[in-house]
């Protein structure tokens, strides 16, 4: 019922950056919080970023002043601009969201993921 599709992912060298695009549609009423979450090689699934619907912002440790999400509501669509990024952020990158749907309840949905690649 809730399609969550990302683009924007590739490979660049260090100190480049990059934009990601988050994309829901579907049965739609209302989304809460929206997040990019990242896999690297042999690690962890973990947290970059995630932003609430009023606009609120948290940020891993890592990525603090490069990276900035950002959301609009209209088009359901999140972003991740990405700058100065380094080889440590080389990793799949996943995005989710809360959705409110028909039957009035709250359900998470993740999409496929894009690869960015960081290299010289």
């Known amino acids: 019922q809730v399609q969550v599709v990302e683009s924007g992912g590739g490979l660049v060298q260090p100190g480049g950056s990059l934009r990601l695009s988050c994309v829901a549609s579907?049965?739609?009423?209302?989304?809460?919080?929206m997040g990019w979450y990242r896999q690297g090689p042999g690690k962890q699934r973990e947290l970059v970023a995630r932003?609430?619907?009023?606009?609120?912002?948290n940020y891993a440790d890592s990525v603090k002043g490069r990276f900035t999400i950002s959301r609009d509501n209209a088009k359901n669509t999140v972003y991740l601009q990405m700058n100065n990024l380094k080889p440590e952020d080389t990793a799949v990158y996943y995005c989710?969201?809360?959705?409110?749907?028909?039957?009035?309840?709250?359900?998470?949905?993740w999409g496929q993921g894009t690869q960015v690649t960081i290299s010289s």
């Open positions: 989710n969201g809360d959705f409110r749907t028909g039957n009035g309840g709250t359900y998470r949905y």
């Open positions: 579907g049965s739609i009423f209302s989304i809460d919080v």
């Open positions: 932003i609430r619907s009023g606009g609120s912002t």
